[in-house]
């Protein structure tokens, strides 16, 4: 999930694709135990041959793709060796979204002439180009790998055959409205259901009409059609699928809220304030969200009660749960710290790095983005 930024994909992509202009090299940091105490030691850098726009691990936890600032050139690398395994050229088009298929072998790569390309990156080779009559606005892959969900600024999305390259089902929120655009789609774990959230360019800063579909990936049926109340929504499932995570502007406050619903009925269960970042995968018992500029706060999700609040000096501007849901890493302003949280007691468990040189505040937002392997024991930070 992207804190409130999925309805401004093509702006947010654009300004951090021209403005990462320190992200040169990524460094891998893995976790070693040692009792109770924690180190994190440097294994590799990676050199790029120009400015890094994206980083991210694949689901099994092997590579490393990294986007240049160009938006055409797509590397991988091996997490282990520290190698550059393939580089991937874009020769139509820039690229708007990406997604990363569970079993790490496949990407999709959205493009602004209306194109998906599916690659396998083990031969660095083009599966299927998906042709469309609007802009890609996001796509995700469903867990097993056999099938991608696209959503287009029309307000449709597309289920996808991976094998065949054809079309499954198209889903529509609003079949008989215009102006409206697909700003996010999910699978759920098991891979049985999709969220689909739609929202109005008609009214896009006023209007709370913004809407969050639950479909039967099987039978491309709707099960239900939330209206979470906010504007600029964003909404994943729980990590065991019986949860949806909505974030956005309150309609009534205009402050940043989260809010629980259950999967099977459609029924609102809880109302958090602030809003989670990044994906929430062990999201069963407990979520953090950013409520005030320096305070992180980790709920129960059973319950909706506080259980912690971890706090910065100064601003948070990203902090990320990881994986098995035992860590929080937030980066914050003061001294450009980037600390990592034991979700279980609230308690510090380390400062990743600090850096009490003169950095702007515009440029440490985008330096601080560091991102948890699948199995939660290595950390990648852009230098």
């Not at 360019?201 to 059609?225: A, M, R, S, Y």
């Amino acid at each position: 999930m992207i804190n409130l930024k999925s309805a401004f994909s093509d702006y947010l992509n654009t300004i951090l694709f021209i403005f990462a202009l320190t992200c040169v090299n990524i460094n891998i940091l893995p976790v070693q135990q040692d009792g109770k105490k924690e180190t994190w030691e440097l294994q590799h850098t990676l050199t790029h041959t120009n400015t890094i726009g994206f980083m991210r691990f694949s689901p099994d936890g092997t590579k490393i793709i990294t986007i240049g600032s160009d938006q055409k050139t797509i590397t991988i690398w091996n997490i282990e060796t520290g190698h550059l395994l393939h580089t991937l050229k874009i020769h139509t088009g820039l690229m708007t979204t990406l997604a990363f298929s569970a079993d790490g072998t496949k990407i999709a790569t959205g493009l602004r002439n209306f194109t998906v390309i599916i690659w396998n990156i083990e031969t660095s080779h083009i599966i299927h180009t998906l042709k469309f009559h609007d802009q890609i606005m996001t796509s995700n892959f469903s867990p097993d790998s056999t099938k991608l969900a696209t959503g287009l600024r029309n307000g449709t999305a597309i289920i996808w055959d991976i094998e065949t390259g054809h079309s499954i089902h198209t889903l529509e929120n609003d079949p008989n409205k215009t102006n409206i655009t697909t700003n996010s789609v999910q699978f759920s774990s098991d891979g049985t259901n999709i969220i689909v959230i739609t929202s109005s360019e008609e009214c896009f800063e006023t209007c709370c009409n913004d809407k969050i579909g639950i479909w039967d990936t099987n039978t491309g049926q709707p099960l239900h059609i939330l209206l979470p109340r906010h504007k600029h929504t964003d909404a994943q499932f729980s990590s065991d699928g019986t949860k949806i995570f909505s974030v956005g502007l309150d309609e009534t406050s205009n402050n940043e809220i989260t809010r629980i619903w259950d999967t099977n009925t459609g029924n609102l269960l809880h109302t958090l304030k602030g809003c989670p970042e990044g994906k929430l995968e062990d999201s069963t018992k407990i979520i953090p969200t950013l409520d005030e500029k320096n305070l992180v706060r980790i709920w129960d999700t059973n319950t909706g009660n506080l259980l912690h609040t971890l706090k910065h000096t100064d601003p948070v501007w990203s902090f990320l749960l990881s994986p098995d849901g035992t860590k929080i890493i937030t980066s914050s302003y003061d001294h450009q710290t980037t600390k990592i949280w034991d979700t279980n007691t609230g308690h510090l468990i380390n400062i990743l790095h600090e850096n009490t040189a003169d950095m702007t505040p515009f440029w440490w937002i985008f330096y601080t983005n560091a991102i948890f392997s699948p199995d939660s024991t290595k950390i990648i930070t852009p230098s």
